[in-house]
T-cell receptor
């Protein structure tokens, strides 16, 4: 079945450093979504990418969808403590509205 | 306020007992989902429903059951057949994917189930 892997599994940065998480799918994706889950909380939708090579920005967050639509990345510039959490990518899993979530990258930011 | 509610937030049960987790949404979404999350792990799909009175198994349906009698409600029962039920359970909903589109999922606050 479809697998969606993310690397790294965990990253610890100092506030102000940049952070990137990579998402790789075993199959071509029609689109990819990104979610953030704060510690103890629930996942919250961040963005959806649809087009090959698409790049979208949300303030300090930059999302990219690969040309082959099998990978994606999330880059955070100048991290802040509010960025702490686990970031998940998710891709369609066949028909319907099902998603396969990636394994997640947990980000820890310290002062 | 529009959103998804799950109750209770924490639930303790003895081994061998069935337990039902509640999930209600007032977003008028057709699709609803149940996920299981273990510590430090991703989300695994248990069951999903695209429309009232219809639901399908996800990747880890064994030991779980659901019903979808109303659009706004999608309760999950964790049965005694589930061998390792202690986990964080998340309910989500979305608009139906029409024409191959996939819509964002909105999550409830989750229920932490501990089986003693």
């Amino acid at each position: 079945g479809q697998q969606v892997m993310q690397i790294p599994q965990y990253q610890h940065v100092q506030e102000g450093e940049d952070f990137t998480t990579y998402c790789n799918s075993s199959t071509t994706l029609s689109n990819i979504q990104w979610y953030k889950q704060r510690p103890g909380g629930h996942p919250v939708f961040l963005i959806q990418l649809v087009k090959s090579g698409e790049v979208k920005k949300q303030k300090r967050l930059t999302f990219q969808f690969g040309e082959a639509k099998k990978n994606s990345s999330l880059h955070i510039t100048a991290t802040q403590t509010t960025d702490v959490g686990t970031y998940f990518c998710a891709g369609p899993a066949g028909t319907a509205s099902k998603l396969t979530f990636g394994t997640g990258t947990r980000l820890q930011v310290t002062l | 306020d529009g959103g998804i509610t799950q109750s209770p937030k924490y639930l303790f049960r003895k081994e061998g007992q069935n337990v039902t987790l509640s999930c209600e949404q007032n977003l008028n979404h057709d699709a609803m989902y149940w996920y299981r999350q273990d510590p430090g792990q991703g989300l695994r799909l248990i069951y999903y429903s695209q429309i009232v009175n219809d639901f399908q198994k996800g990747d880890i349906a064994e030991g779980y059951s659901v019903s979808r009698e109303k659009k706004e409600s999608f309760p999950l029962t964790v049965t005694s057949a589930q061998k390792n039920p202690t986990a964080f359970y998340l309910c989500a909903s979305s608009r139906s994917g029409i024409g191959g589109t996939y819509n964002e999922q909105f999550f409830g606050p989750g229920t932490r189930l501990t089986v003693l």
